[in-house]
């Protein structure tokens, strides 16, 4: 017996060029490729002399900072990147992140705080920011049928330059920010997110797929 299950999938996406820094490995460049756009996998020789700026947005892999010392070594490449004009999309890390000083701005990990429940209730903190507006109008329902759970290994304290965008919590825990943090560097967009988009677009979640396709198109401006 064999079974196939299709997803059509109703989103738009800016024709960004992708770079994508692999971390302890997931399928996140084969659900971007399914968006219609190219990724080009950058490895050690790309980070740290290869022409970074031909890329709009460059996407950071789970765990890169304890599994890619190539990337730690060039983080300020990553940065320059922002500063030029680039989006960085940073996807969860452990607490190398931030033991090794990786974020742009200063930032705290106090532990591996999750929200465990994939049902969790998620507030839009920034509805008018661009991540839940263009080109993906994004709503509610977009948080629907997740699995697993919702993020890991979230911030717990930030500078004030960043903007939390989104908050959710396990049922009598507290309150929690820091799963998606939104900042403007030099003419650049930076996002760390730890939302677990790994395990969403594997299994072809509609809503996890718009909203990444989104924090994809902020670099859509660089150019």
Do not use: C
Not at 41 to 61: A, Y
Not at 95 to 118: C, F, H, S, W
């Amino acid at each position: 017996k064999s079974e196939v299950t299709a997803q059509v999938l109703d989103l738009k996406v800016s024709p960004v060029k992708i770079g994508y820094i692999m971390g302890s490995g997931d399928k996140v460049p084969q659900a971007i490729q399914r968006l219609g756009l190219n990724v080009t996998m950058l490895d050690e020789k790309m980070l740290s002399t290869g022409n970074l700026n031909q890329f709009d947005t460059i996407v950071v892999g789970i765990r890169a900072s304890q599994v890619r010392p190539d990337y730690v070594a060039n983080n300020g490449r990553m940065i320059e990147f922002i500063k030029n004009g680039g989006t960085l999309i940073t996807q969860y890390q452990q607490q190398e992140y931030v033991r090794y000083g990786l974020p742009p701005l200063p930032a705290k990990m106090d532990g591996n705080i999750r929200t465990v429940d994939e049902n969790a209730p998620v507030k839009i903190l920034q509805p008018t920011n661009s991540v839940f507006n263009f080109p993906n109008k994004i709503s509610d329902k977009d948080f629907d049928n997740w699995v697993q759970e919702r993020n890991l290994y979230t911030l717990t304290s930030w500078d004030e330059k960043y903007i939390p965008l989104l908050e959710t919590h396990d049922e009598g825990e507290a309150e929690s920010k820091g799963g998606m943090l939104y900042a403007e560097i030099g003419k650049g967009k930076y996002v760390y997110t730890s939302y677990s988009w790994f395990r969403q677009l594997t299994v072809g979640n509609p809503g996890a797929y718009r909203i990444f396709a989104n924090m994809l198109s902020l670099g859509a401006k660089k150019r």
